[in-house]
């Protein structure tokens, strides 16, 4: 098992940035491949990006890639957001997870870990 909490969110204006982050206990953190989600009221939990054990493979969302980064440090056990270029639209609360296999997982269900949720509001 493993625990992940989310930090970092926050309130910014349209154009802004954020960096969000999530801690990870466990001895094997460095094994997990781990994804950022998001999920705005009233509609469903959508994938964000997502990383390798290792960080030599990352996926991303049509709606973050060239302005969202995805990173790990399996030294200090955490995963990072780099949030540029905020938009209204990116409003939601942002959970990271975690996934024991191998694959990229896209998909909430491929997920084996879940945090709390860390929310980020854009303003216009």
């Known amino acids: 098992q493993v625990q992940l909490v989310e930090s970092g969110g926050g309130l910014v204006q349209a154009g802004g940035s954020l960096r969000l982050s999530c801690a990870a206990s466990?001895?094997?953190?460095?094994?997990?491949?781990l994804g950022w989600f998001r999920q705005a009221p009233g509609k469903e939990r959508e994938f964000v990006a997502v990383i390798s054990s290792s960080g030599s493979r990352k996926l991303y969302a049509d709606s973050a890639k060239g302005r969202f980064t995805i990173s790990r440090d399996n030294a200090k056990n955490t995963v990072y957001l780099q949030m540029n270029s905020l938009k209204p639209e990116d409003t939601a609360a942002y959970y990271c997870?975690?996934?024991?296999?191998?694959?990229?997982?896209?998909?909430?269900?491929?997920?084996?870990?879940w945090g709390q949720g860390t929310q980020v509001t854009v303003s216009s």
């Open positions: 997870a975690a996934e024991e296999g191998a694959v990229l997982g896209t998909r909430t269900y491929q997920y084996d870990y």
């Open positions: 466990g001895r094997t953190f460095s094994r997990y491949t």
